[in-house]
């Protein structure tokens, strides 16, 4: 396993972690869900992600039964929840959601009760809130810093206006400002990691934990001929998520990563993970599983990296073409 630090913190991540959402609470049942914490955590995967939302609290809790369990040193693995979603569903009150003060510090409570920890590694604000200051938020991430019930604090999906701001605030006030950004980014999605964060890589120093690095599994080509029934795709109540991902485009240039995969000696899973990977303002790429085999097969893409030349990447670019435009700096 490669660790990369956490942007300007002292924090080692795993280049590759384990995620839990959709699988952890509804795909996985506990036995799948702790064969796969082992076996990443075997291949020296050190973090792991989760959130209050995910199957509505469930996930952490489960997660936290397979941690009880494992009894590994606390010291040798990270653990993260995020804050913003809430865990009721549609039936959250007004204060049960968002980034007020009270929802990040009752959010955090519930947290480590689920997880039966005293303090999570990462906390992140799942996503901005327009409704709570900047000020309030910050603050508030300080204090359970100092309280210790988290030892840093990022975003999840915040522009880079955003980031920015928070910086600006915590460094005025002498604050904690956040330590690392949560985004999505794969072969389709790039603008937030090569464009709109640009600067903050330059000037702020971010790490990055990065989110569907096989745009929830489209990468591994497994709908390259329709949509296996025991597939994220192929999930009730996963619509929303199909027709966003899903699309006939999409599928023919995944089928030409899938010949150069081929040619490679490689999956397009593996090659799509490392393509991420080649990044260097990535410190890690949480991968999701629903299967033990998944995971293990994706571990290769450490082993692809170094064949990722200038030429391959030349390659991948021609097919995909989703090559974000740069504004002149
Ligand atoms: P991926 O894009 O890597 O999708 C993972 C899914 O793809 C698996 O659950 C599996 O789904 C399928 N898959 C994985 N490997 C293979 C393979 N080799 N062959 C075939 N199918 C494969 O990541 P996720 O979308 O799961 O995201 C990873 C993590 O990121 C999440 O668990 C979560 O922790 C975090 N996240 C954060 C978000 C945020 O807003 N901050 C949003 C979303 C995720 P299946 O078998 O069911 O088809």
Redo the contacts with the bound molecule.
Sequence with gaps: MEYRRMGKTGLQLSALS???????GK?VDDKISDELMGIAYDNGINFF???EV?SRSESEKMMGRILKKKNWNRSSYLVSS?VFFGWHGPENKPNEKGLSRKHIVEACHEALERFQLSYLDLY?C??PDKNTPMEEIVRTMNTLIQQGKILYWGT??WSGAEIVEAHLIARQLGLEPPAME???Y?LFERYKMEVDYYTIFRNLGMGT??????????????YNNGI?A??????EGFSWLRDKTLNEDRIERVKKLSVLAQELET?P??LS?AWCLKNPNVTS???????P???N??FKSLELLPKLTVDVMEQIETIMQTKPAHPEY
Excluded at 18 to 24: D, E, H, I, K
Excluded at 209 to 222: E, N, Q
Excluded at 230 to 235: N, P, V
């Design positions: 384990l995620g839990s959402w959709v699988t952890f795909q992600d989760n959130a995910y995020k992140y799942h996503r999840s999906e949560q985004p999505q794969n934990t990065i989110w569907s690095p096989l745009a929830s599994g489209l990468l591994s080509g497994k296996p025991d597939s994220r795709m192929g999930l999956t899973a593996c993970i790429a949480i991968l999701g599983a629903s299967k085999q998944q995971l097969d994706n």
